[in-house]
Structure formats: structure tokens, C-alpha cells
């Protein structure tokens, strides 16, 4: 779960929106969703934050899939993932906005669901994530969370061993997880 929140942290950690402002609305929904599977784009939410860390949907969805556009300028990373991890996502742009760090708002995340504040997200919720230097560069990983799975329960391999193979992280922790890199640039 550990991992879980440093990932999302990284991922929230980015300016606050100054170039999704200079985007439009359309142009902000077409970069959020590229991270997404496809088949998964049409009907996903769109969600970006203002500078005070409050949501703004773009686009309603249907399908349980939750995309956010590009909020970095040194870089490019945008995301998607199962809206069980909807709050989450929600409570650290509050947190970022607040001028945590990445270890603080993972702390603070890692606290709330300690209390009960958040729910920890079940076991087999899907990030997607498209990363690199530039939108240009940018390569795609998929993510699957599998709280305290082993490699002898799973049959993976617990560190990468070929570019697209999967593999399992942190195995036989809350913060298992299956690594999915992609071959080729996601969109």
C-alpha cells in the first residue's frame, strides 16, 4: 500500500495546473484519457484540480475508470485508475495544494486510512499511467493492486526481467502490486 501512495503521490505532485489552463477543455480530456486501455477512454471520467486542490469533473463518465490530464512542466505523466481510488486521489490534491511533499502526503494517506478516513483500495484496482520527458517520449505502465500476494500465489516473477513482461513488486506486502510495463507508447 506503501508503494501505492508514493506512486500516487509522484503522480499529484506536479505544478498546479498552469498548463492544463492553457489547454482547453476538450484538449484536457483528450490528453487525461490517452493513459487509459482504449477500449476504457469514451466513457471515462475526467478529472483535474485547481490551485486550492478542489476536483473539477470535465467529463462525467460510466465505466469506473477516473483519468486526470497533465499537471507537470518539467515533464509529462497522466493518469487513470479505478475510481476506488477516487477519494484518495481527491484528499492528496487537498494535501499537495497545502504544499505537502511527496513523504508527507504519502504519511498523511497512509494516516487517513489507518483511521478509517479513507478506504484502502480492493484488491485488483487498475492504474494506468503514461510518463516520460515529453508526451513524445512518454511510455505506458499498467498497474494492478494485489495487497499481500506472493510470486508462489501469483506465478510472476518478482523483478522485471524483460521489457513488457509483468512482474509482481513488493510481494507479500499490503503493498504488492503487478507491474505491467507496455512495448510501445500508450495512444
Known sequence: MKLVLMISAAMLL????????????????????????????????????DAKGDPMVLREGKNGIVCTPNRQTDSYSVNCYGSALRAQRDFEAKERASGKDAKALAADTQAAMASGKLKAPPTGTAMYMLMGKTEASARGMWVVLVPNMTAEATGLPTQPTEKGTPWLMRAGTPAAHIHIPQAAPAG
Open 14 to 49: 506536479g505544478a498546479t495546473g498552469a498548463m492544463a489552463q492553457t489547454m482547453s477543455k476538450d484538449e484536457m480530456i483528450a490528453q487525461a484519457v490517452k493513459a487509459a486501455p482504449e477500449g476504457l477512454r469514451a466513457d471515462a471520467t475526467v478529472v483535474s484540480y
